[in-house]
């Protein structure tokens, strides 16, 4: 791609049905991410020096959510320690890595903001609703949330939802909606369990990786003809 410039800047910028325009097939929103993850990090630690409850007030999803509501974006970029942001980061590379070369930088960008945000506010609402039932309340005790997490899953689950060999199945094979439902809902509930931990916003995986398969099963994230011909990854 260095020695082809120009023919990069012909078949990698276009333009969409609905007028958008960027650049198909590029790695670069990974490293972006990556770039705002450190740096974002980098503020909240400047921050804590200042006052936890400074850092916590511009990075931390904390009920009631009208409180900082600013924190509903600002947390899905930000982490709790360097393990956090290290593991958060190696996954969205090797998750988000295929689903940004199939898409354009904007769609991928307002993707993971809007997933991670899902499944924030998910985890935050959810929690006050189960945490209530005997015997598993425990497990979805009410606390703040921050970190890349969900959206990650929603990457993964786009990503599994929207291969060739998943849709090469879907169209070979004539499955009812509700058994589709079922099986996106089994499997969701699958990978949230197996990555289950102390102090795991399992909620948030459940609903980040849920939500990437309703999109990938939609392809929302396919620009120009790609959308509209074949199912690429």
């Known amino acids: 791609m260095a020695n082809r410039p120009r023919a990069h800047s012909q078949a990698g910028a276009r333009s969409t049905p609905d007028g958008e325009s960027g650049a198909t097939g590029s790695s670069s929103p990974i490293i972006e991410l990556l770039g705002i993850f450190v740096l974002v990090f980098a503020l909240q630690t400047v921050t804590a020096l200042i006052g936890v409850g400074v850092m916590a007030g511009l990075f931390v999803l904390a009920p009631p959510l009208t409180t900082n509501p600013w924190t509903i974006v600002t947390s899905v970029y930000a982490h709790g320690s360097v393990g956090h942001l290290v593991s958060n980061s190696v996954a969205l590379v090797v998750f988000g890595w295929p689903v940004a070369r199939a898409t354009t930088r904007l769609r991928f960008h307002a993707f993971f903001a809007v997933t991670g945000a899902i499944a924030g506010v998910s985890q935050i609402v959810l929690s006050r609703v189960f945490a209530g039932l005997p015997f598993v309340g425990n497990w979805f005790a009410v606390h703040p949330v921050l970190g890349a997490s969900g ?4 990457l993964l ?18 499955v009812p909606n509700w058994v589709s439902a079922l099986v996106f809902l089994g499997l969701a509930i699958a990978v949230t369990l197996a990555t289950a931990a102390p102090g795991v916003a399992l909620l948030a995986h459940f609903s980040g990786f849920l939500v990437g398969l309703l ?3 939609l392809r929302v994230l396919q620009v120009g003809s790609r959308a509209r011909s074949e199912p690429t990854m």
């Open 151 to 154: 959206a990650v899953f929603a």
């Open 157 to 174: 689950g786009y990503l599994i939802a929207s291969n060739r060999l998943s849709t090469g199945l879907a169209s070979f094979v004539d």
């Open 215 to 217: 999109a990938g099963r």
